[in-house]
């Protein structure tokens, strides 16, 4: 927490924050990347959400209060990059958003940096089904072991209403799952 608080202190100080910014990207860089990815699906796009990440978290420090971790504040401003690319992307696309995360899912067999198998393949396509809360609070759970009071912080919601989610998602892919497999 110590280090936390000097890192901020020197992100907030225009001497030091240069060099602060490139240990704050060290540090958290694939973290947020594979957080990204498991939302936004290609690598392509997850590289260029987690720069617009670090844009918006360079520019905005100043406004960071600390009143949540900096990991939570960040990870809060990637969640809603990669929501928000999402979103566009299926408005160009003219598609709804269900339909946008089934074509992503579908996508990942022919993606070169995807060396999952058929089951993870599945598991993807399943939490594709999901409504988009449910597919956050399950990676972030899940894959990302996150505890709920952290994900409360990050996500804005109740750890209760998390996990009613989380609960709900994982019924939903073991029925997906069941399915697929029969």
Same mark, same amino acid.
């Given at each position: 927490?110590?280090?936390?608080?000097?890192?901020?202190?020197?992100?907030?100080?225009?001497?030091?924050?240069?060099?602060?910014?490139?240990?704050?990207?060290?540090?958290?860089?694939?973290?947020?990347?594979?957080?990204?990815?498991?939302?936004?699906?290609?690598?392509?796009?997850?590289?260029?959400?987690? #720069?617009?990440?670090?844009?918006?978290?360079?520019?905005?420090?100043?406004?960071?209060? #600390?009143?949540?971790?900096?990991?939570?504040?960040?990870?809060?401003?990637?969640?809603?990059?990669?929501?928000?690319?999402?979103?566009?992307?299926?408005?160009?696309?003219?598609?709804?958003?269900?339909?946008?995360?089934?074509?992503?899912?579908?996508?990942?067999?022919?993606?070169?940096?995807?060396?999952?198998?058929?089951?993870?393949?599945?598991?993807?396509?399943?939490?594709?089904?999901?409504?988009?809360?449910?597919?956050?609070?399950?990676?972030?759970?899940?894959?990302?072991?996150?505890?709920?009071?952290?994900?409360?912080?990050?996500?804005?919601?109740?750890?209760?209403?998390?996990?009613?989610?989380?609960?709900?998602?994982?019924?939903?892919?073991?029925?997906?799952?069941?399915?697929?497999?029969?």
């Amino acid at each position: 927490m110590k280090d936390e608080i000097v890192l901020i202190e020197q992100l907030k100080n225009v001497a030091t924050r240069e060099a602060a910014f490139r240990e704050l990207i060290r540090l958290y860089k694939e973290r947020l990347y594979w957080h990204i990815r498991k939302i936004v699906v290609s690598h392509d796009d997850a590289d260029d959400v987690l #720069q617009n990440t670090f844009i918006k978290v360079y520019k905005n420090i100043d406004k960071f209060n #600390q009143e949540s971790k900096l990991f939570s504040w960040m990870y809060r401003i990637a969640t809603n990059e990669s929501i928000t690319f999402i979103n566009k992307r299926a408005k160009d696309r003219n598609v709804d958003i269900s339909e946008m995360h089934e074509q992503l899912a579908s996508s990942l067999e022919s993606d070169v940096y995807f060396s999952g198998d058929e089951i993870q393949i599945i598991l993807q396509r399943a939490i594709a089904t999901l409504p988009q809360k449910q597919q956050l609070v399950f990676n972030m759970k899940y894959f990302d072991e996150i505890k709920y009071n952290e994900m409360s912080e990050i996500l804005e919601t109740s750890v209760g209403a998390l996990k009613s989610s989380y609960f709900h998602a994982v019924k939903k892919i073991e029925s997906y799952i069941k399915n697929q497999t029969d």
